[in-house]
């Protein structure tokens, strides 16, 4: 238990962080479909629901019960992996908030980050061989390294770490 009570210690303000971005990102998202429904069609009811929901699964493994949680007890380390790494992405995606951006932006801007996102090197890291790469290899590195223990010491690392999964 003397693990789980330095793990509050160190953490306390990454769940704040945490907290205030993902209630920013709960605000901003039907901000700007309400405003771009007013230009293009109205957005669909669906992708607030799925942009809600990702963002419930990401606000869980970063505060709450399973958050606390996770520090000591594998299944819900595990629970907290699958809530960030499979669910979250997945409802995020449903809810195309990069379609919602590209809407919003003045279309200069909007051109830019369409040809950032078909970068070279954009293309080379969500290649499925390369993305497979990097998650099993994460995951080696992770578990089968000291970064595990390191992880649970340093707030910077384990916000690092959460985002590779994410």
Same mark, same amino acid.
């Given at each position: 238990?003397?693990?789980?009570?330095?793990?509050?210690?160190?953490?306390?303000?990454?769940?704040?962080?945490?907290?205030?971005?993902?209630?920013?990102?709960?605000?901003?998202?039907?901000?700007?479909?309400?405003? &771009?429904?007013?230009?293009?069609?109205?957005?669909?009811?669906?992708?607030?629901?799925?942009?809600?929901?990702?963002?419930?699964?990401?606000?869980?493994?970063?505060?709450?019960?399973?958050?606390?949680?996770?520090?000591?007890?594998?299944?819900?380390?595990?629970?907290?992996?699958?809530?960030? #790494?499979?669910?979250?992405?997945?409802?995020?995606?449903?809810?195309?908030?990069? &379609?919602?951006?590209?809407? &919003?932006?003045?279309?200069?801007?909007?051109?830019?980050?369409?040809?950032?996102?078909?970068?070279?090197?954009?293309?080379?890291?969500?290649?499925?061989?390369?993305?497979?790469?990097?998650?099993?290899?994460?995951?080696?590195?992770?578990?089968? &390294? #000291?970064?595990?223990?390191?992880?649970?010491?340093?707030?910077?690392?384990?916000?690092?770490?959460?985002?590779?999964?994410?």
């Amino acid at each position: 238990m003397a693990v789980h009570g330095h793990a509050e210690q160190v953490f306390g303000g990454l769940e704040a962080a945490a907290v205030i971005v993902l209630a920013a990102l709960f605000v901003l998202y039907p901000m700007a479909a309400l405003v &771009t429904g007013r230009t293009y069609r109205k957005w669909p009811l669906h992708r607030y629901v799925f942009w809600g929901g990702g963002l419930a699964a990401i606000a869980a493994v970063f505060s709450g019960p399973l958050a606390e949680l996770a520090h000591s007890n594998f299944r819900a380390h595990m629970a907290s992996h699958l809530l960030l #790494g499979m669910l979250a992405p997945l409802l995020l995606l449903y809810a195309k908030p990069v &379609t919602l951006l590209l809407r &919003t932006l003045s279309i200069p801007a909007a051109r830019k980050l369409s040809r950032a996102l078909k970068s070279r090197s954009i293309k080379l890291v969500s290649h499925p061989v390369a993305a497979a790469f990097l998650n099993i290899g994460g995951l080696y590195v992770l578990y089968l &390294t #000291g970064l595990f223990e390191a992880m649970h010491r340093s707030e910077w690392l384990y916000a690092f770490i959460h985002l590779h999964v994410f």
